[in-house]
T-cell receptor, first 111, second 113 residues
Framework: GQQVMQIPQYQHVQEGEDFTTYCNSS?????IQWYKQRPGGHPVFLIQ?????EVKKQKRLTFQFGEAKKNSSLHITATQTTDVGTYFC???????????FGIGTKLQVIP | DTAVSQTPKYLVTQMGNDKSIKCEQN?????MYWYKQDSKKFLKIMFS???????INETVPNRFSPKSPDKAHLNLHINSLELGDSAVYFC????????????FGPGTRLTVL
């Protein structure tokens, strides 16, 4: 079955440092989504990538979708304490567009 | 107005009991989902319904039975609760299965004693 690997599982950074999380799928994806879950909260949609090689930016966040549509990354420039949370990628593929979430990367920002 | 709501927010119960979690979305979406998030924060899809029809049924014990009375509601009934069922259960909805963003409910924290 489809697997979506995500690394790292945990990341501690000093405020102001950059942060990147990576997702790798065992199958070609039709799209990939990114979500953020604050501590004690629920996942909140950030962005969806559909096209091969697509790059999208949201302020300090940069999202990339690989050329083969099997990997993706989220990069945060100059982290802030408000960036704390767990970042999940979610890959969609298959006839019923089954969604598989990565294990998540828990980001801790040290002020 | 809350887009996706779940009740109850917390549920503490004894092993062997039967319990239900309710979910409602007021977004007019066609697809609804149930996810289980364990203590390690791993988010796993359990079920997906599209217009009241079951689309995805992952390897979930038969003790879990979803019910969708209409496309705005997707309830989860759990029979004979076990310790391993303790987790946070999230309901979510999306416009179209797999092609649009999912809106998650606030979650129901289930603790089985």
């Amino acid at each position: 079955g489809q697997q979506v690997m995500q690394i790292p599982q945990y990341q501690h950074v000093q405020e102001g440092e950059d942060f990147t999380t990576y997702c790798n799928s065992s199958t070609t994806l039709s799209n990939i989504q990114w979500y953020k879950q604050r501590p004690g909260g629920h996942p909140v949609f950030l962005i969806q990538l559909v096209k091969s090689g697509e790059v999208k930016k949201q302020k300090r966040l940069t999202f990339q979708f690989g050329e083969a549509k099997k990997n993706s990354s989220l990069h945060i420039t100059a982290t802030q304490t408000t960036d704390v949370g767990t970042y999940f990628c979610a890959g969609h593929s298959g006839g019923y567009q089954k969604v598989t979430f990565g294990i998540g990367t828990k980001l801790q920002v040290i002020p | 107005d809350t887009a996706v709501s779940q009740t109850p927010k917390y549920l503490v119960t004894q092993m062997g009991n039967d319990k239900s979690i309710k979910c409602e979305q007021n977004l007019g979406h066609d697809t609804m989902y149930w996810y289980k998030q364990d203590s390690k924060k791993f988010l796993k899809i359990m079920f997906s319904y599209n217009n009241k029809e079951l689309i995805i049924n992952e390897t979930v014990p038969n003790r879990f039975s979803p019910k969708s009375p209409d496309k705005a509601h997707l309830n989860l009934h759990i029979n004979s609760l076990e310790l391993g069922d303790s987790a946070v259960y999230f309901c979510a909805s999306s416009q179209v299965q797999g092609r649009n963003e999912q809106f998650f409910g606030p979650g129901t924290r289930l603790t089985v004693l």
